[in-house]
């Protein structure tokens, strides 16, 4: 309780009351909805959400009030450069695609601009006809001695190509969106990112790697954020 007014009849005004709270050693905010899960037959949420609510108690109805906090991790990520390549060839046509993939900083923050460089060696026959950046998150869940994991796409972009017998590199810059949660890890839940860097083949199999990444929340500790409010969920 902040202030007790005893009842009485308080004058019109403007009334400001300071609070602070520990928080525990609770897991960061975090989403992660399976759409359909074909292994179970089922369709999951798990969402950690941390909330301050303020209430005015009045006769009658009282007055609410609900603001949504992001909390963070405590745990400091190193950020590191990552490398990933593969290969393949062909059943139809000649040679083989080779790709080299570079993240100089595997450490990223939601709304950020990352560079991700790439080399591809197309030493085939055929077109790769789009550059392709996917980010996925990957979640698994444990509750009650129930277990569930599951992967989804959050954002994607397309590039240019590379041409049958051309070699290319580039730096693709490739946005994080403003709504990506941190990446934990807890006995409650573990939830990872990596991107999907896809050479984007037509009629045939196509070239990935998998870079991993950590996802960190900007170490904003005293001002609420909107994100919830952003994606629509209002539960806690």
């Known amino acids: ?6 009842g009485r009849v308080v004058q019109a005004g403007q ?18 909805t399976q759409e359909y899960d074909l292994e179970h037959s089922s ?3 798990c969402e950690i ?6 209430r005015l108690d009045m006769q009658g109805r009282d007055i609410k009030q609900r603001k949504f906090l992001n909390v963070a991790s405590t745990a400091l990520a190193t950020p590191q450069a990552v490398h990933c390549e593969n290969q393949k060839s062909f059943l139809i046509g000649s040679g083989e695609l080779k790709m080299y993939v570079d993240v100089p900083n595997n450490v ?15 030493g085939s026959s055929r077109d790769v006809a789009h550059l392709k950046i996917k980010l996925m998150q990957h979640a698994v869940v444990k509750c009650k001695g129930v277990r569930r994991e599951g992967e989804q796409e959050l954002h994607k972009t397309s590039y240019e ?3 049958a017998h051309t070699t290319v590199e580039r730096d693709l810059l490739f ?10 890890s807890r006995p409650l839940i573990t939830g990872t990112y990596h991107l999907n860097v896809e050479c984007d083949i037509a009629l ?13 929340t900007a170490p904003d500790y005293h001002a609420p954020v909107d994100v919830y409010e952003k994606r629509g969920s209002h539960s806690a």
Do not use: W
């Open 43 to 45: 369709h999951y949420f």
């Open 204 to 216: 045939a199999g196509d070239l990935n790697v998998h870079p991993k990444i950590t996802i960190v």
């Open 15 to 32: 009334y400001n009351y300071d609070f602070q709270f520990q928080l525990p050693n609770a897991p960061p905010s975090y989403v992660f």
């Open 161 to 163: 190509g590379v041409k």
């Open 49 to 54: 959400t941390y909330t301050a609510d303020a």
């Open 108 to 122: 990223c923050r939601p709304g950020e601009e990352i560079k991700v460089h790439v080399k591809v060696v197309n």
């Open 1 to 6: 309780m902040l202030a007790d007014f005893g």
């Open 175 to 184: 946005t994080i969106p403003d709504i990506t949660f941190p990446s934990v």
